[in-house]
């Protein structure tokens, strides 16, 4: 059960932003495209955080233009918390740097392991944590959740991989640091152990990637030591052809080996030049799905691309000219769709 419970839900506080006019032509919108054959369209309705049953349906999200809604008392209404450093090992022995955030209380709650992506973790004011780690530290606490960023960069001496990959390999190295933060919010006694989740932005969401795969992944985790599903922002999915193949080529997906232990979602961006998901991503998913990841048997992947977005939509900022609309529908969809996939398989 959350911690926080006499706190608003996010979802309460966006919905007072709602225009009654706003949802009368939504409902309008809903029927022409019914009309015109569109029936995916009605998989999904309207909601900052959508609530879905299973995460099956996360991929059914529609990414309407909800740029003129922006949820600015969610912002406003998180705790500022500060993140207590530690340091962790991973199974190569390479010490890393690493940073906690924690609700207020006893416990146990469950936790996130996330990873950051090429320019690293330390991209703040002063060398400190950047700004979009921290937003998603406090949001997370504030959902009741622990979390732990992993450093992979500064005890390497590493400042960016960003063009230049082969630096640090994330299908092979960094899954073994995502597991050094699983190893370490087990023996907290204010985690639950059993209820730990992964998540990554771009190149970490490509570490995150491997990190879930049942064959082939470089951790080796046994049973009782896997995270419990991962939720991975714009990731590059060839994986370095470390799964069979870098599934760029439609000839040679049949030898991809990727497969997910657990629930994997995938969130994308239409527009991204950095790490289009088509093909690998989309070539990655369909494969996966065809050498057996579904929800029946627990390990489903799925993926929402939102049109027109671009890479790092999750920063968007509306006074920002880098940024669409569509980069902010995104960012806002994007960030429900992580809490809800998290209510789901952390519950």
Not at 56 to 67: E, M, R
Not at 123 to 131: D, K, R
Not at 200 to 217: C, E, I, R
């Amino acid at each position: 059960m959350k911690n926080l419970k006499n706190k608003k839900s996010i979802k309460q506080r966006f919905h007072h932003f709602v225009h009654p006019a706003f949802i009368v032509f939504l409902l309008l919108v809903v029927v022409v495209m019914s009309q015109a054959g569109s029936g995916t369209f009605l998989q999904g309705y309207f909601k900052f955080r959508p609530v879905l049953m299973s995460t099956q349906k996360l991929n059914q999200v529609p990414a309407l233009d909800i740029s003129g809604i922006k949820p600015s008392a969610t912002d406003a209404v998180l705790p500022a918390l500060t993140a207590k450093p530690i340091s962790i090992t991973n199974a190569q022995g390479q010490a890393l740097n690493a940073y906690v955030y924690k609700p207020v209380g006893n416990g146990p709650f469950s936790a996130v392991v996330v990873l950051h992506g090429c320019s690293g973790l330390m991209t703040g004011t002063n060398g400190g944590i950047g700004s979009e780690f921290t937003y998603w530290g406090n949001l997370l606490s504030a959902e009741g959740y622990v979390v732990i960023f992993v450093d992979s960069f500064t005890t390497r001496n590493i400042s960016t991989v960003c063009g230049d990959g082969t630096i640090l390999n994330e299908a092979t190295v960094r899954p073994l640091d995502a597991y050094a933060g699983l190893s370490y919010l087990e023996d907290q006694a204010y985690v639950n152990g059993d209820k730990i989740a992964l998540m990554g932005w771009s190149n970490g969401a490509s570490a995150a990637l491997s990190s879930m795969a049942k064959n082939g992944n470089p951790a080796n985790p046994v049973d009782g030591t896997k995270f419990v599903g991962a939720v991975v922002e714009y990731p590059g999915c060839g994986l370095r052809a470390h799964y069979g193949t870098d599934y760029s080529d439609a000839a040679k997906v049949k030898l991809g080996t990727y497969l997910p232990y657990a629930p994997v979602q995938i969130l994308a961006a239409e527009n991204d030049m950095t790490t289009p998901p088509t093909p690998k991503c989309v070539n990655l998913v369909a494969r996966a799905q065809t050498l057996g990841a579904s929800a029946e048997t627990g390990n489903q992947i799925n993926m929402t691309i939102y049109p027109a977005a671009q890479h790092g939509f999750d920063r968007a900022k509306e006074d920002s000219p880098d940024w669409t609309n569509a980069d902010i529908t995104a960012r806002d969809l994007g960030r429900s769709a992580v809490l809800t996939f998290l209510d789901v398989i952390l519950q």
